[in-house]
């Protein structure tokens, strides 16, 4: 099936690792041109690079999303190269562990800054081309909004707030054409998730024990099958999708507990 996703301009925050990084690898093999937004010069250079290695074509914009110039200038760089805006993914994050008890307001309002606020701030500096090109929103969120995780209020607080945009962004840009989606994503193995992991004591028996409860193959959601999602959602075959929370997750959020 041809995606019509050939010479598209997408902006993908946090595309030189994990699941940011899977989504421009897909992209880049339907003929997109998808523009990396990150911070790690280096990453998001060898991101760029392997994606010409293979065929492809990619940009970038470096950014610390954490800080609002940052957003508007990477927005302001992508119109500079390229005169539009096809796509936007938002997808940076980081699971930071600001819990009740041993968070404070400094720190919870931080996570949100690191988690939440560009997304508005990406999807505010972009509208307006994606206006003139109809184009598309993904916001990349995880099942702790749903299910919650213990000792992270900042990132399920986030979470939750990416939902509520997904739904909130779908309404008000009803009048463009502009569709806004999200996928929700469960455990997949990125770098992220790695570090994560080794904090366990014994993390290959940590990571097993989540891998056994995962419904479908017991195993993670690989970074391709959420590009491929993605990919979807981006794309014109998937006209008239909006407002949908996508669960890309081999079940973990929704299917019988006693599996
Ligand atoms: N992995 C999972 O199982 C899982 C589950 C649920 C939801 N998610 C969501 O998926 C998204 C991606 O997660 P991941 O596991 O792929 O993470 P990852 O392995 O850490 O990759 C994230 C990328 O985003 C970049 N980034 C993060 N914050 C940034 C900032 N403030 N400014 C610029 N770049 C920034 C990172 O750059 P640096 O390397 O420089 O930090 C990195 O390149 C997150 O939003 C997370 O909430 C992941």
Redesign the pocket.
Known sequence: MNLNLENKIIIV?????????GICKILAEEGAIPVI????ET?VLNAVQCIKDNGGRASYAL????NPV?CKNAVQKVIKEFGRIDGLVN?????DGVGLENGNYEDFISSLH??LV?YYLMAHHALPQLKKSKGSILN?????AMTGQGGTSG?AAS?GGRNALTREWAVELLPYSIRVNAI??????????KNWIKKFPNPDEELKRIEDKIPLENR??T?EEIGNTAVFLLSDRSSHTTGQLLFVDGGYVHLDRSL
């Open positions: 925050t946090g595309g030189s690792k994990g699941i940011g990084n937004v990150g911070r790690t990453d950014a610390e999303l954490n940052d997808n940076a994050g980081v699971n690191k988690t560009h990349i969120g995880s099942k702790t990132y979470n929700i994503v469960s455990e997949c193995y990125t770098p992220q998730y993670m959601t970074m």
